[in-house]
C-alpha cells in the first residue's frame, strides 16, 4: 500500500484496519461468494479509508464508516455482475438502525440489541438454531442444510418465522418499525 498519510494517521489506519479486518471479511463472506471478491472488497474499503485521511474528511467512527463502505461495495459487486436482488443472503441485523447515522441510531440499535436475546428465548428450538447459525455464526445455509439434512427452503422458512417474530416483539416493545 502506498504511504498516503503520515505521523499519527498512519498509526491510526493501521490500528483501524487491524481491528476492523476480521470483522469486515466475515461480513463480506457472508454475502459474497468468490474470495477475489472478499478480498478486492476489502481492500476498496481500507484504500478508501487512507484516501479519507490523506484528504482530511474527518470520519467520527471509523469502524461504521468502512461498514457502510463495504455494504456499497457488496451492492456495487451484485449489480456488476448483473445478480438480482436477494440471491444472497439477507441478516436480520442489515435491517437494524447502523451507528453512522447519528446518536440516536446508535442508541436504538443498543437498545434493540439488548432485547433480541430474550425474544430469542422465545423462539421454538428449530427456529432459534437455525437463526443463531446463519445470523451469529456466518453459517450458510447450504452449509446447514448439508449438515442437518433439512432442505434450503425448510430452514429458510425458519429463519423467516424468527425474524417475523423478533420484529414483531421489537417493534411492539418501542413501537418503531423495524
Keep these: ?6 505521523g499519527d494517521q498512519d498509526e491510526r489506519v493501521t490500528q483501524t484496519i487491524a481491528e476492523q479486518r476480521d470483522r469486515l471479511k466475515g461480513f463480506i463472506q457472508k454475502h459474497v461468494a ?42 456495487d459487486a451484485f ?5 438480482q436482488p436477494g440471491q444472497h443472503e439477507p441478516s436480520f441485523f ?8 447519528g446518536p ?9 440489541r439488548e432485547e433480541i436475546e430474550p425474544a430469542l428465548d422465545e423462539l421454538p428450538d428449530e427456529q432459534r438454531e437455525v437463526f443463531l447459525a446463519h445470523e451469529v455464526e456466518g453459517r450458510s445455509f447450504k452449509e446447514l442444510a448439508a449438515e442437518t439434512g433439512l432442505s ?3 430452514l429458510l422458512a425458519r429463519k423467516r418465522y424468527a ?13 418503531r418499525k423495524l
Design 94 to 101: 442489515d435491517e437494524m438502525p447502523s451507528p453512522d447515522e
Design 104 to 112: 440516536d441510531a446508535l442508541y436504538w440499535q443498543g437498545m434493540l
Design 79 to 83: 449489480r456488476k455482475k448483473g445478480a
Design 34 to 75: 468468490d474470495r477475489n471478491d472478499v478480498e478486492d472488497i476489502l481492500q476498496d474499503a481500507f484504500y478508501e479509508l487512507v484516501l479519507a485521511y490523506r484528504l482530511m474528511k474527518p470520519i467520527e467512527n471509523a469502524g461504521a464508516w468502512l461498514f457502510r463502505v463495504v455494504k456499497n461495495r457488496i451492492g
Design 1 to 6: 500500500m502506498l504511504n498516503l498519510v503520515s
Design 163 to 175: 425474524v417475523l417474530h423478533l420484529r414483531g416483539k421489537l417493534q411492539d416493545h418501542y413501537g
Design 152 to 154: 434450503i427452503n425448510t
